[in-house]
């Protein structure tokens, strides 16, 4: 598949589920072992100083993080998204702050603005679509201004999958992700381009294979035998490592915050 084509399957895949975005993932962020409150804490600490300051979301969503975001730190915001669907969903929940609020649908990749502009940029469960991310880090530094700030968060390997089963499970239920990083991976790979890692943490949470269908395989016509075939597929390290029983596994969300050299 070409690059092309690669961000055409990404735009429909969330255009498709704009609508049911925060429902489908609500049961898993709110859930009593969800990770949704641990990690917005973790992006409005890292946040907080910087109100009035120019903060760009690249894969600013349903607006999940830019509503909290706006309304408890009050920076000049700006969110970034390649669909038009997610971004009217931004709109909508922002709409009572959208005084110090911007949207835009562009690609990361080629970002539309000048160098050396942001205070801020905050990437989460966006990385892992991108064929290059060490490119598009390169590219988020570029649109830094000197010692500004990057939050980074998204769905990592546990630390010791050296087979990648996490990787060929989200093989098998997703068209759209290029690669996931062990938690050490991403951390390096965010040190050699041109940042200061300052914090990082990473929080387990569970996962349902039923929301991971509904999130994922639906979109992209995965039968649930292939699922069960792939979860069959799981080594005793796999089965110790992500928790895996009949319905439901562990999953791993890593936060980074990093501060550019």
């Known amino acids: 598949m070409n690059i092309v084509a690669r961000k055409r399957l990404i735009r429909e895949y969330y255009s498709r589920r704009a609508k049911d975005y925060d429902r489908q993932k ?20 890292a946040l ?32 970034l998204d390649l669909s038009r669907e997610m971004l009217q969903q931004t709109k909508i929940k922002t709409k009572l702050v959208k005084k110090n609020l911007a949207l835009v649908q562009a690609d990361a990749e080629h970002l539309p603005f000048k160098r050396s502009i942001f205070d801020a940029i905050v990437c989460m469960s966006t990385l892992h ?3 290059s991310p060490e490119k598009v880090l390169h590219t988020f530094g570029a649109a830094m201004q000197s010692n500004g700030l990057i939050v980074y968060g998204d769905l990592t390997l546990h630390e010791l999958d050296h087979r990648g089963f996490l990787e060929k499970l989200e093989k098998t239920v997703s068209k759209a992700h290029s690669i996931y990083f062990r938690p050490s991976e991403i951390k390096k ?6 940042f200061w890692v300052a914090r990082m943490k990473t929080v387990a949470y569970r996962k349902s294979y039923r929301s991971l269908m509904e999130d994922k395989g639906e979109y992209f016509n995965v039968s649930p035998e292939q699922l069960t075939d792939c979860l069959q597929t799981a080594d005793d390290d796999a089965k110790s490592q992500y928790g895996l029983t009949d319905t439901e596994l562990t999953l791993y969300y890593t936060m980074i915050v990093a501060a550019k050299n």
């Open 26 to 45: 609500s049961r898993t962020w709110n859930n009593s072992q969800g990770f949704a409150a641990e990690i917005m804490n973790e992006l409005t600490s």
């Open 129 to 131: 679509y991108f064929l």
């Open 189 to 194: 790979l965010i040190e050699t381009s041109g």
């Open 48 to 79: 907080a100083e910087f109100k009035d300051q120019l903060v760009l979301e690249v894969g600013v969503g349903s607006g999940r993080n830019a509503l909290p975001l706006t309304v408890k730190i009050e920076p000049q915001f700006v969110g």
